[in-house]
Structure formats: structure tokens, C-alpha cells
Nanobody, 119 residues
Framework: QVQVVESGGGLVQPGGSLTLSCAVSGGIFSIYDMGWYRQAPGKRRELVANVTESDLTNYADAVKGRFTITRDNAKNTVYLRMNSLKPEDTAVYYC?????????????WGQGTQVTVSS
């Protein structure tokens, strides 16, 4: 079975940095789009950034210039480097991937990792 596992969340002061990682494993034939979403308390889940199989990237306006998404296809892993963090970046961050296995192509979510920006 396909597994999507995030890591790297935590508590950081405003202006600080964090890097999130997301590893996809299990019966993978190929991975298409990969991305990061976030959900703050009382708010809807929103796209933060995504990256295509050919490394085209897209960012939410709120994080442009501060966050960078990259992927390592050899490791089936996507990263989110977050700089100049603000309290409003506090949320649970979820990894998302379109994964093709021998049986089908499906969209998968990770379990989420908490990012808290606070002094």
C-alpha cells in the first residue's frame, strides 16, 4: 500500500525557518504532482505549494518569496523550505501526491504535521 509520511514540523519563533519533508513509499510506479496544503484552526484546507513531475512549481500568494518547494524523484520525496515564518503560518501541514501504482493512479494524503509560529 502507498504511504505518505510527513516530518519536520515543530515550534519556531517568528522570522525563523523550518523544512518539512514528505516521503512516499509502497508499490510506486510513478508520482505526478506533489504538494503541500495547510489547515489552520477554524479554516479550510488551502494549497501552499505544488510541484509537477517536471519541476514546475506553483505557490499561494501568501507564501511567495518565503517558501520553496522541491522534490527528489529518486527518493520519492518532496520538501517545503519555509523562511521568514509568521504567526499566520501556524497550521497543520499536509502532503499530497498523485501516485501511479501498477493498479491505478490515485491521490494520497499524509497524516499532517503541526507547524506553530510563536514567540
Amino acid at each position: 500500500q502507498v504511504q505518505v509520511v510527513e516530518s519536520g514540523g515543530g515550534l519556531v519563533q517568528p522570522g525563523g525557518s523550518l523544512t518539512l519533508s514528505c516521503a512516499v513509499s509502497g508499490g510506486i510506479f510513478s508520482i505526478y504532482d506533489m504538494g503541500w496544503y495547510r489547515q489552520a484552526p477554524g479554516k479550510r484546507r488551502e494549497l501552499v505549494a505544488n510541484v509537477t513531475e517536471s519541476d514546475l512549481t506553483n505557490y499561494a500568494d501568501a507564501v511567495k518569496g518565503r517558501f520553496t518547494i522541491t522534490r527528489d524523484n529518486a527518493k520519492n520525496t518532496v520538501y517545503l523550505r519555509m523562511n521568514s515564518l509568521k504567526p499566520e503560518d501556524t497550521a497543520v501541514y499536509y502532503c499530497n501526491a498523485d501516485v501511479r501504482t501498477i493498479f491505478r493512479t490515485r491521490n494520497y494524503w499524509g497524516q499532517g504535521t503541526q507547524v506553530t509560529v510563536s514567540s
